[in-house]
């Protein structure tokens, strides 16, 4: 996986003066932009209690939001402002690891791997960098409702501000009316899905 700096593309927040739904914010972003792989995903954040707010992660091409702040007045003060997304650099709490844990399944575990892979198609993310792991059934043959995504480390680290932006641009992501959770895995479960272990159903 490549390190923030060598991609063409980044996460950055988006911050509007009016509301403004996903969609709404894509097509705009989207009449300006100057090719068609400049836009990969937006998603309104929201507040702890879950309200939407007035601000967008997205994840652009570099070059593009380039162009948003000195072609199209992206600037603070005006209707649209977008800034470079940063994150904290402190490691992980103990027993997790850098890789994605997805409490959902079904169509939404579907749509999450579309996800990844227009991000792979696009150069967002690396070719054959990252896997998805799927818990194996429970005895009774109900499915287990989540899957974790792992990643490749460069050399003996991971990426880790990478990996951390990628789950600040996913987490609470809206599909339907839902919002998926998405967590740091622990090594005692990805180990356990890995190795594809049976659990028995916790009632």
Known sequence: MES????????????????????ELEGHLLEKKVS??????????????????????????KSFCKHLRENCDFKRGN????????????????????ALYFNCSGEEKNLIISLLQKFESQGFLNEG??????PKNYPSGDERKYFIVSF????????????????????????????????WASFSVLKDTRDEQVKEKKF
């Not at 923030?4 to 969609?23: R, W």
């Not at 209707?79 to 850098?98: A, S």
């Not at 880790?160 to 967590?183: E, H, P, T």
Request: contains cysteine; hydrophobic residues 25%.
């Open 4 to 23: 923030q700096g060598s991609n063409n593309y980044g996460i950055f927040m988006v911050y509007s003066s009016s509301s403004l739904t996903s969609d």
């Open 36 to 61: 068609d792989s400049d836009l990969l995903f937006v998603k309104r954040c929201c507040d702890r209690e879950g309200t939407d707010v007035n601000r967008y992660m997205c994840c652009l091409r």
């Open 79 to 98: 209707d649209f402002n977008i800034e470079t997304y940063r994150v904290k650099t402190e490691p992980l709490k103990g027993g997790t690891t850098y």
């Open 129 to 134: 960098s990252w896997k998805v792991h799927t």
């Open 152 to 183: 490749q480390k460069n050399g003996d680290r991971y990426p880790k501000i990478y990996i951390k932006k990628l789950r600040a641009l996913l987490n609470n992501m809206k599909i339907g009316q839902n919002r998926i959770r998405v967590s």
